[in-house]
Nanobody, 125 residues
Framework: QVQLVESGGGLVQAGGSLRLSCTAS????????MGWFRQAPGKEREFVAA????????DYADSVKGRFAISRDNAKNTVYLQMNSLKPEDTAVYYC??????????????????WGQGTQVTVSS
């Protein structure tokens, strides 16, 4: 089992920045891919970014490319999502997810086995 805890959400004005963190605990001694997803009210959960813990390969949704950056700190078992140039449409609950994966970083929510509780990000116009 892996437990995921997100932090770093909050209220920010359009054009501002936030950094989300996701710390993993439990069985973290295997190969994992970590992803960030978001869900706005009345909408389905959507992919934001993902990273393979071992290879460092990354993937991004088109809507956040060039504005968001995913990274990891292996020593801290933590994945970060740096969000710059935020827009009101980025407002959502952001979730961290994990799945055992030696290579690649899935973009489909259904491929992830472990989820955090979510952290709210609100971008005001």
């Amino acid at each position: 089992q892996v437990q995921l805890v997100e932090s770093g959400g909050g209220l920010v004005q359009a054009g501002g920045s936030l950094r989300l963190s996701c710390t993993a605990s439990g069985r973290t001694d295997s190969y994992y891919a970590m992803g960030w997803f978001r869900q706005a009210p009345g909408k389905e959960r959507e992919f934001v970014a993902a990273i393979n813990w071992s290879t460092g390969s990354t993937d991004y949704a088109d809507s956040v490319k060039g504005r968001f950056a995913i990274s990891r700190d292996n020593a801290k078992n933590t994945v970060y999502l740096q969000m710059n140039s935020l827009k009101p449409e980025d407002t959502a609950v952001y979730y961290c997810a994990a799945v055992k994966r030696r290579f690649g970083a899935p973009a489909l929510a259904g491929e992830y086995d472990y989820w955090g509780q979510g952290t709210q990000v609100t971008v005001s116009s």
